[in-house]
């Protein structure tokens, strides 16, 4: 079983600034992508950002130039950095991981998620 456990979430002010981060553990063999998702209030759910083992990364088009995601293979965590927040990124934000249980076996996997309030 795989865990993803995440935290930093909370109430910034608009043009701040936070730092999500998310920890994978269990019976892994490899992750290959690790990303971000997140729901808003009377929304879907959408993707954020994602980064797969070899670095590479997607944005969603309304947090390019804002937010930056990174991860380090060897401890199994993805950060994301959230720079000149809005309000319109408050949001249920979801760790996501796309991992081999072994060589023949691969799930999706997802954290609980936490909150990100932007208001003044």
């Known amino acids: 079983q795989v865990q993803l456990v995440e935290s930093g979430g909370g109430l910034v002010q608009p043009g701040g600034s936070l730092r999500l981060s998310c920890a994978a553990s269990g019976t892994m063999f490899s992750i290959n992508t690790m990303g971000w998702y997140r729901r808003a209030p009377g929304k879907q759910r959408e993707l954020v950002a994602v980064v797969t083992s070899s670095g590479s990364t997607n944005y969603a088009d309304s947090v390019k130039g804002r937010f930056t995601i990174s991860r380090d293979n060897a401890k199994n965590t993805v950060n994301l950095q959230m720079n000149s927040l809005e309000p319109e990124d408050t949001a249920v934000y979801y760790c996501?991981?796309?991992?081999?249980?072994?060589?023949?076996?691969?799930?999706?996997?997802w954290g609980q998620g936490t909150q990100v309030t932007v208001s003044s």
């Open positions: 996501n991981a796309d991992v081999k249980t072994s060589p023949l076996s691969r799930y999706t996997y």
